[in-house]
């Protein structure tokens, strides 16, 4: 039976989709910086924005026991990550679309002496005691770097724009991930430009802090837009779209440019030095122009000092609050489970009561050490994802064909949580093709009986992922169940599979078997998404 799936009420989490960084990252991670990729379940998104919730909005009873329980698990993988993949040299802390730059960190008052030391560096320097020299200052200060897990829940927790992004998600779909950018110390904030391209040309570039002035820039000008235009030239043929907005930084260490990310160009999008004048011709079709700020900003006095005080003023450090959390009673835990938790702990105990009656306590000792081991791999099941009990069934078994499969695009995004039964093929004969323009591969709906047996992979999903895919698909997908065939065997098995609307791919049609990592070469996930925002737009028209 098909299903029609539901078309998103807002169509996208927002217009700036196609740019998050988990779309463009694989295709430009040579020029940018390390980049590590960790999904979240709905649950662990649920625990943000209900501690958000209840602590900033008083929304009395929304932060539940049971959600102190996800944090807990999520702040023990946020620190394991930190240690293990950034050596100490810390991290950027973000999701796809957001990073959490309005959140307070866990430190406030080490980030106000920092601060001090930096103003007191510059007025040693010679610049005048300003408003101006304070915001160089903030600039220098490196309060967003995250190197445990206490610090990046403290940004995560208190941060408006995360809690906005996941409420869209859980809302409307398109799920998040967290996102963790290596922190490189050679990236200076006086040094980051916004360069817009229309029609694949730069039109403008501008200085990115639009409140400070900087008197090294001016004579850098010449310098700085050459190596921005050459290093531009290099990435713009990977990103794969005429319009868009990218964010540069000139390392002056090292003497290059490195990619921070990549924006919509919409009229909305902030112009920086270019202020309301965001969307007329000077944007769009005017000749380069290279802006760097010149004069103070008026009343900035106004917006330094009262508007950092608050962000770094002292305050309890989150996990205080979790003493507020609602009680909420434990799900219930199947007999199974409790029989595997007593033979993992017990076992060994009784062994070791044994031993230490017959004189062995040296084996005594390696069967408590045993039992301790046990007590402490429950914690971290009971915590983190190995909570099966409180994870929903994998119930659901889909067929992927394309970006889904492993090793590909979208697969840990989605399918971090599901179970790999196996390779299969489809019994039927299906149409599976290519779009001309992004390379994406689409089942083609209301073409029985052409194509070809399709080869793919066949995993168990849980309600949440099913629920996130139907979302992700849109308007101009549909999700029926279809036979296929176990790789190595005759077993047959039902699955859910996506179909695309044949508009999207008109003919003439080329059929596949199997879409490759040959085919995935030429996949350009940005143009995919972009592909998927303008069918649905059209669908809406229709209607």
Known sequence: MATKLKRQPHRYRREASPFDIDVWYPRLQAYTFETVFMSLTRAEATAITNYYAAKFLERAGAFTTRDVDLLLGLEEMLDHALRCSFNGTGAFIRLCGQSAKDGVPLHPARVWREYAKQLTTLRAAGLPDTANTKAMAIAKVNWLRVTTGHEAMSLLLTSERIYSDLMSWLKHGNPEQMVLRRWDTRLRHDLEFRLYVQGGHITCISQHDCLCVYPHLPPMKEKLQRMLLQFWEEIHPLVGVEDYVVDLGYLEASDCVVLIELAPFLPHKEAELFGCESGTPLLENSPLEFRVKQKETEHLDCLVEPRWYTHWHPADPYWEFYKEAAPVAVPPTQPGWYLAVCLAVLLPLLSAVVLVLCGNTTAATCACLLAISAVTMLRCFSTRRGLVLRR??????????????????????????????????????????????????FLLDGMSGQGKHVHGELWMVDDDTLQ????????????????????????????????????????????????????????????????????????????
């Open 468 to 543: 996130d895919l139907d979302l992700f698909q849109g308007a101009y997908y549909h999700r029926r169940e279809i036979s296929v065939r176990l790789a190595g065997g005759l077993r047959r098995q039902t699955a859910e599979c996506y179909f695309a609307d044949r508009a999207l791919v008109p003919p003439p049609h080329t059929f596949l078997d199997e879409y490759t990592a040959a085919h995935h070469a030429n996949y350009n996930p940005l143009r995919y998404v972009l592909l998927k925002q303008l069918a649905c737009l059209n669908k809406q028209h229709e209607e």
């Open 392 to 441: 929903p069934p994998l119930s659901h078994c889909a067929f992927f064909y394309g970006e889904m499969k492993r090793k590909f695009h979208w697969h840990s995004k989605f399918l971090g949580h599901a179970k790999h039964v196996g390779d299969a093929t489809t019994v039927g004969l299906f149409p599976l093709v290519l779009e001309s323009t992004c390379g994406a591969p």
